[in-house]
């Protein structure tokens, strides 16, 4: 029974560890194929309407998404395969394919993108940081409602 639970564990473990395919507006997952797909493909239906480059691997310890569909509000935290320039440059190139519109952008060690949605009202920061020596990229997008004037 042990080594059953054991097994289980560690099939489970390694699931959750997958690397997801790059989300574009082209290829963006349907409800249907997310929740066959496993955990990352569920958070990426929560997550709809961000672009996500290749070999994304969302960190569910740190993600908090509240609320469904291109509305939703709060932390998505993954890290990506490619480096980090790699990655502000796709996402650069694919948030406005998602309605996003950029107000700015600042590439370094340590980038910001933020953009705006104005079919939703909200808001999108994408701090993108170079990883450790194994060359992941780590990725923290917090999306928000707009202020009001």
Known sequence: MSRRAIALSFIFALSACAEGP??????????????AAGSSAQ?????????????????????????????????LTYTAAGSAD??????????PNFGWIEISA??????????TSESTGRL?????RRGS????????MVVAPKSGN
């Open 22 to 35: 790059a989300v574009t507006a082209n290829n963006a997952p349907a409800a249907e194929d997310a929740a």
């Open 43 to 75: 958070i990426m239906i929560l997550a709809k309407g961000m672009a996500l480059p290749a070999g994304y691997k969302v960190d569910p310890n740190r993600t908090m998404i509240f609320g469904t569909d291109e509305r939703w509000t709060g932390r």
């Open 86 to 95: 790699e990655v502000f440059d796709f996402l650069h190139r694919e948030m």
């Open 106 to 115: 600042m590439r370094s060690d340590n980038s910001l993108l933020t953009f």
């Open 124 to 128: 999108a920061t994408i701090n993108i």
């Open 133 to 140: 020596v194994i060359g992941s990229t780590q990725v923290d």
